[in-house]
């Protein structure tokens, strides 16, 4: 079996090098892990699980809890940190919250058992599981949302001003009656897509109305609910902005039920661009998030903390793009 002095004779290197190339420290240059990470390759060489965890007290392993494993968004959040997580060395661990503030606490009990390096997690709002993090001294990054009354590094879209543009939009095609379906009241990035939809009614001077906006669970079941119901209305909306890609497929379902096609009867925005959305019919536009920047950000972020948890909290706020297709075209 080799020995970690045989890969460093292999590699050139030291046996010190050695060590801190595969526990992922940042200061081994990169052209030295690759050389190390290859000969370790080529040697078959396991390092000692147990006890480098003794050593270091910590695993290479990051834990990733974000709030919908089905969701494109979040899924693509995953591949940016893993991408990044894997080039130094760590492995990461999935962890679906399903937006429950008792299935993240569990997860977060887990992460601390386990001794990871890291988290990095879509926060369901509570602080409590995560003041246990700071406790403990674990590095953790926040995505998506930040964490109230708790201090940390957050990686954030300007979901707001997003919003505002997607429905800016919509007002420009000359829908006049638009309605919102987003998320539960106390989600961020719920409460900000309504704030920001209400932000460009109010600049258009359009009437505002409660009749118009439906709150539901970031799902398609629920979405289709509420597109039900504001179809039902003896004045249905002639427009609508959409939460999330999930919640577009129970809206779809929806119009398809009731004959309202989009960007015929109907203009829809969607927040993410999900593979299928350019192949509908029409075309469904949508705000685009940098999911798989966020993730990148957040790995760094977070390998950053690791290696110093004496820094200062940061907060990177990135943008969202419209995408203009079919479905919010107006026609008469």
Known sequence: MATISDVAALAGVSTATVSRALNGKSTVDPELVARVRQAAEELGYQPNGPARNLRRQEAAVVALIISDVENPFFTAIARGVEDVAHEVGYSVVLCNSDESADKENRYIDIAIQERVAGVILSPTGTT????????????????????????????????????REATAHLIAQGYQRIGCITGPAGVRTADDRLAGYRDALKAAKVRSTAKLVRRTEYKAAG????????????????????????????????????????????GLVAFDDAPWAALVDPPLTVVAQPAYEIGTVAARLLLARIADNTRPPTTTTLGARLIERGSSRHSE
Do not use: C
Request: charged share 20%.
């Open 128 to 163: 409590k599981s995560v003041q246990k993090l700071a406790q403990r001294g674990t590095a953790f990054v926040a995505v998506d949302r930040p964490l109230p009354e708790q201090a940390s590094d957050v990686v954030l879209v300007d979901t707001r001003l997003a919003a």
């Open 223 to 266: 979405a289709h609910r509420a597109a039900r119901d504001l179809l039902n209305q003896p004045e249905p909306p002639d427009a609508l902005l959409v939460a999330n890609s999930a919640m577009a497929v129970g809206v779809l379902q929806a119009l398809q039920e009731h004959g309202v096609r989009p960007g015929k009867q109907v």
